[in-house]
């Protein structure tokens, strides 16, 4: 069996490392079908920050082919994949090609399949935030619909499926595979100390810590964030409030660490709020981390502010209180409610402010989703091979 899996932006590389890595523990068992299989690399993240550090820390092997997307529109993005993925399928003739997630490589390449007449897996199905001002909703909307195996989560996305008319033989509940990546690499973020990690990724302008930082740091008294959706950081009066309520009312409570999106950084600088974000003493802001660095930070933090969904995951495993800066998420078991970690906070600072308050250094008891167990890529292998 021929398999083409397609990666583009940060958040895909935890996703396809697992997957690879059972592909890798499949073919050497020597029994049965091997896998012939082709990693394709968009291009759509291209920083050795945002993408090659990734492929080194997970041991991912390097792209059999790089697309060279790079930055643009939405409608670049896609159309430049689209163009330059289509010549790759009609030149390798896969039996499956497997996409994860939510970028927009997962979009471009699933059309380009479909078209090519090319069976697509998706890793991730069934995530609705039913927001349709998110890029990755209609991304997630447009690959679920063209998917001929759908390999969800959690239950709640198989469901949403089921409601929207999927065939119940395509949809396998499978489990997170970002979990996978979670479990393997924990003993190995563990070992990291804090401190090395954020004085190695201090910017320029930003002073190395003080010995109190220090010392929280080492004790685990701290805050960590991430920020970079558009819905956040592309208007600047909410960018401006936000950065506010970060300077003036989490940084005065203990050292807050932020690993700065490069969008993010832009949007600041933009706005002419970069010089006053980087002043601040106790907000320290870092260059992004690498995959270990950051689950170090999330070990250790008392709380996680963050509008990433692979966050919101991560601390529902590991137990860390997490306000997510959104007002809808298409991955509701990780919520309090579900017995998870997060609240929805959305961006209005009353409402994260309230949360911050009830939440920090709360005594987080989440549980673990079904099948959140390291073995959901042995699990999805399996499937493809059925
Ligand atoms: C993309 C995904 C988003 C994901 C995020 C994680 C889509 C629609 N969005 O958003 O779901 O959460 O990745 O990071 O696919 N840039 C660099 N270096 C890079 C890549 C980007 O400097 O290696 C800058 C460029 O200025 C670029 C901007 O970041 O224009 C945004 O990058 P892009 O890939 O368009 O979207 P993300 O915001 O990263």
């Given at each position: 069996m021929k398999i083409i899996s397609v990666v583009g932006a940060r958040p895909n590389f935890?996703?396809?490392?697992?997957?690879?890595?059972?592909?890798?523990?499949?073919?050497g068992a020597a029994d049965g079908e091997t896998i012939d299989h082709i990693l394709v690399h968009t291009g759509q993240h291209y920083d050795d920050c945002m993408s090659r550090s990734f492929f080194e820390d997970l041991n991912i092997p390097d792209a059999d082919i790089n697309l060279g997307i790079g930055s643009g529109s939405h409608a670049e993005q896609v159309g430049n994949t689209m163009i330059a993925f289509e010549k790759v399928l009609q030149q390798e003739r896969p039996d499956w090609v497997v996409v994860v997630g939510d970028v927009n490589a997962t979009c471009a390449c699933s059309i380009t399949a479909k078209k090519e007449h090319v069976?697509?897996?998706?890793?991730?199905?069934?995530?609705?935030?039913?927001?349709?001002?998110?890029?990755?909703?209609?991304?997630?909307?447009?690959?679920d619909r063209l998917a001929d195996l759908l390999l969800t989560p959690d239950r709640l996305s198989s469901e949403n499926l089921l409601q929207e008319g999927v065939p119940e033989e395509k949809i396998?509940?499978?489990?997170?595979?970002?979990?996978?990546?979670?479990?393997?690499?924990?003993?190995?973020?563990?070992?990291?100390?804090?401190?090395?990690?954020v004085s190695q990724a201090l910017l320029p302008g930003q002073a190395d810590l003080s010995p109190e930082q220090k010392r929280s740091v080492r004790e685990n008294r701290f805050a960590a964030m991430t920020m970079h959706r558009p819905s956040n950081v592309d208007e600047q009066k909410v960018l401006t409030a936000i950065l506010d309520f970060l300077m003036d009312e989490v940084a005065a409570d203990m050292p807050l660490f932020w690993p700065v999106h490069p969008r993010a950084q832009k949007q600041m600088q933009t706005f002419g709020i970069w010089k006053r974000a980087l002043a601040c003493e106790n907000l320290v802001l870092m260059n992004p981390l690498?995959?270990?660095?950051?689950?170090?930070?999330?070990?250790?933090?008392?709380?996680?502010?963050?509008?990433?969904?692979g966050l919101q995951e991560e601390c529902c495993v590991l137990g860390t209180p997490c306000l997510t800066l959104r007002w809808n998420t298409e991955r509701p078991v990780t919520l309090r409610d579900h017995g998870g970690a997060s609240v929805l906070v959305g961006n209005k600072i009353e409402s994260i402010r309230n949360a911050y308050r009830d939440n920090v250094a709360a005594d987080c008891r989440s549980t673990r989703p079904e099948l959140w167990d390291g073995h959901t890529a042995e699990r999805i292998v399996t499937e493809l091979l059925k």
């Open positions: 935890m996703k396809i490392a697992p997957f690879i890595h059972a592909i890798n523990a499949h073919n069976k697509l897996a998706h890793i991730e199905a069934g995530l609705r935030s039913r927001d349709m001002t998110m890029p990755e909703e209609i991304n997630r909307l447009v690959t396998r509940l499978v489990g997170n595979i970002m979990i996978d990546t979670l479990e393997a690499q924990r003993s190995r973020a563990e070992a990291l100390d804090p401190y090395e990690i690498s995959y270990h660095e950051l689950l170090r930070l999330n070990m250790g933090a008392q709380i996680m502010l963050t509008d990433s969904g």
